[in-house]
């Protein structure tokens, strides 16, 4: 069935270091891929997306690898910021509907 | 300007009433979501319209029925609440659902609670 998922649910990371935080999605037809933040209260805020043709794109501080053998797609954050503590999602897109599939989300939290 | 905007962000009501949430987006984007998100944080499509059209419809009990009035509103309205209607509901919109264009981008959602 269609599934997104994430390898962890809770990330805990020293304010300065990187974050790579992994996600697994299960169809092998998904050509769009698609990251999201989302602090307390707020809604899903977009950071960065890659389509199936890619394997790496970079944006700001921030890396999305997608790994299409093993269905695998991981954001890097680059220099951890206590402003980068939010939850994050990753989505897979199949089809022309637009219809996004979310993944569980993993909880990133950054110590000072 | 907030680009998606939802109204109203809390809802307290109590079971059996009749409900409506409003979106707008000022983006210019043809097509329009609803999500709901439940009290594990996952998000889930419920429905989507492009241009006025519906092409998505998840499988979501009919008391709960669209209305897009034009393509920068989208507006959902629920009858008859249930207990397990409680939850965070985001409205999105993208340029499109297609063609690279897909990019969502979301409210700031609303936050229902069904007594």
């Known amino acids: 069935g269609e599934s997104v998922g994430l390898h962890l649910p809770t990330l805990s990371v020293q304010e300065g270091d990187n974050s790579i935080i992994n996600c697994a999605y299960s169809?092998?037809?998904?050509?769009?891929f698609i990251w999201y933040k989302q602090e307390s209260g707020k809604g899903p805020q977009f950071i960065i997306d890659?389509?199936?043709?890619?394997d790496k794109r970079q944006g700001q501080r921030v890396t999305v690898l997608l790994n299409k053998t093993v269905k695998h797609l991981s954001l890097q954050i680059a220099a951890t910021q206590p402003g980068d503590s939010a939850v994050y999602f990753c989505?897979?897109?199949?089809?022309?509907?637009?219809?996004?599939?979310f993944g569980q989300g993993t909880t990133l939290q950054v110590k000072p | 300007d907030t680009a998606v905007s939802q109204t109203p962000k809390y809802l307290v009501t109590q079971m059996g009433n009749d409900k409506s949430i409003k979106c707008e987006q000022n983006?210019?984007?043809?097509?329009m979501y609803w999500y709901k998100q439940d009290s594990k944080k996952f998000l889930k499509i419920m429905f989507s319209?492009?241009?006025?059209?519906?092409?998505i419809n998840e499988t979501v009990p009919n008391r709960f029925s669209p209305k897009s009035p034009d393509k920068a509103h989208l507006n959902l309205h629920i009858n008859s609440l249930e207990l397990g209607d409680s939850a965070v509901y985001f409205c999105?919109?993208?340029?499109?659902?297609?063609?690279?264009?897909?990019?969502?981008?979301f409210g700031p959602g609303t936050r229902l609670l069904v007594l």
């Open positions: 999105a919109s993208s340029p499109d659902g297609s063609g690279g264009q897909e990019t969502q981008y």
């Open positions: 169809n092998s037809a998904s050509d769009y």
């Open positions: 890659i389509r199936s043709n890619m």
């Open positions: 989505a897979e897109k199949a089809g022309n509907t637009g219809k996004l599939i």
């Open positions: 983006l210019g984007h043809d097509t």
């Open positions: 319209y492009n241009n006025k059209e519906l092409i």
